[in-house]
């Protein structure tokens, strides 16, 4: 199976480009999710017709998953929810590697590399007790950094940060941090989810809570993730939004493209119609496209 991580091949046709993304699929009203075929997938990529080439849905042995749980450094008072965290570690199938690290000074500190024992995982876990960072910063330092080379696992993140760019506290749709962040990520394959977690001082101004949920929310959907929050305040349980992470992680397909490429690699918007009914469709809103070649 192609790698989810849109590691493409090296230049063969300047007319032909390629990309690959990761794709969930739910059924609404929680109701099983029906299985999709490629002939029900269309796609456009910088607004342009896109062939589906594969389509293929992540099911053992072709499943890996790397999971990488980044916690803010100045996280405080996660009490019952850092129990949640734990367990959450510990339910994934053995096909998922998870890492833990700690956002701080615009980089990750990691706790526990990528590793398949996820009890070992649960050990090295602590309550963060640094200060607060940039979230986005950190994803820029770490797209390119992943600490794995697996070709076919996904790369998914899981994001716990109240979103504030403490370089523009105020809601900015094009903040240029929360950008080069999306495409930093885009780039590297990750595919974010966020947890709103208010950890600032200012974070009872219902404005910056708002802010930066908006902004969390903006760079999920642009990878092809999915942001969880309680209002302005925090969570009692994070044991709902794991609940509906496991079903994503259940339900998720490798999509590849070809198309046209009429310049240098680039990150390009991405527009995906899947045929049928009920359906609940997650796909990033962007997409790497490199110069078509052998995968």
Known sequence: ????????????????????AIVTVLAKHNEV???VSQQDVSAKADGKDAAVTSWAQYKA?????????????????????????????????PDTKVAV?????????????????HKQVVNEVHLPGGPSTNPYFTLSDLAPKWPSHDPRARREVVMLSDGVDPENPRFDPDDPYVQAAIKDCVRAGLLVYSIYWRNRPDGENSLSA???????????????????????????????????????FSNQYALGL????????SVETLKLK?????????APQLIFVHPAGPE
Do not use: C
């Open 33 to 35: 999710a029906p299985t």
């Open 61 to 93: 042995p072709n499943d890996s998953l790397e999971l990488m749980i980044l916690i803010d450094g100045g996280a405080r008072n996660l009490g019952r929810q850092f129990e949640d965290i734990k367990q959450f570690i510990q339910i994934q199938g």
């Open 274 to 282: 899947v045929e049928g009914l009920g359906l609940q469709v997650t």
């Open 210 to 248: 708002e802010g930066g949920q908006s902004l969390l929310s903006e760079l999920s959907q642009a990878t092809g993730g999915n942001s969880y929050w309680t209002g302005t305040g925090n969570p009692v349980s994070f044991q709902p939004y794991f609940d509906d992470l496991m079903k994503r």
């Open 1 to 20: 199976m192609a790698p989810a991580a849109l590691l493409l091949g090296s230049l063969a046709n300047a007319q032909g480009g390629q990309a690959h």
């Open 258 to 265: 070809t198309g046209k490429l009429d310049r240098k690699p």
């Open 101 to 117: 690290g700690y956002m701080q000074n615009g980089h990750v500190e990691m706790a526990v590399p990528f590793s398949a024992d």
